[in-house]
């Protein structure tokens, strides 16, 4: 199983990014994906995750700004990052979890990517 996120990088605060996690070795059309983020110091915390069926559920801090979709036909989960601020600068990876519900803890989820770093200057 891998799940491989690319789609990090440097931007300057109010720019945007999208992230992508790709997905192999798994049925990952009846996956529930979530996209986390962890900051230096900081525990790893929920952004957004979605179902199969195109349920979404994001944290507060992002509601408005980041909006997580997939592409099942691809096996791609994507998370695009708009007004962009230097808080949310952090290593972002995206979970897999067979369960049917988003689950924002991260040990509810199964399969891990290695994460990619995202920094956001002022």
């Known amino acids: 199983v891998q799940l491989v996120e690319s789609g990090g990088g440097v931007v300057p605060a109010g720019d945007s990014l999208r992230l992508s996690c790709v997905v192999s070795?798994?049925?990952?059309?009846?996956?529930?994906m979530g996209w986390f983020r962890q900051a230096p110091g900081k525990e790893r915390e929920f952004m957004a995750g979605?179902?199969?069926?195109?349920?979404?559920n994001y944290a507060d801090s992002v509601k408005g700004r980041f909006t997580i979709s997939r592409d099942n036909a691809k096996n791609i989960v994507y998370l695009q990052m708009n007004s962009l601020k230097p808080e949310d600068t952090a290593v972002y990876s995206c979970a897999a979890r067979q369960v049917q519900t988003i689950a924002v803890v991260p040990g509810s989820y199964n399969y891990w990517g290695q994460g990619t770093q995202v920094t956001v200057s002022s």
């Open positions: 979605v179902t199969w069926s195109g349920r979404t």
């Open positions: 070795g798994r049925p990952f059309s009846s996956d529930t």
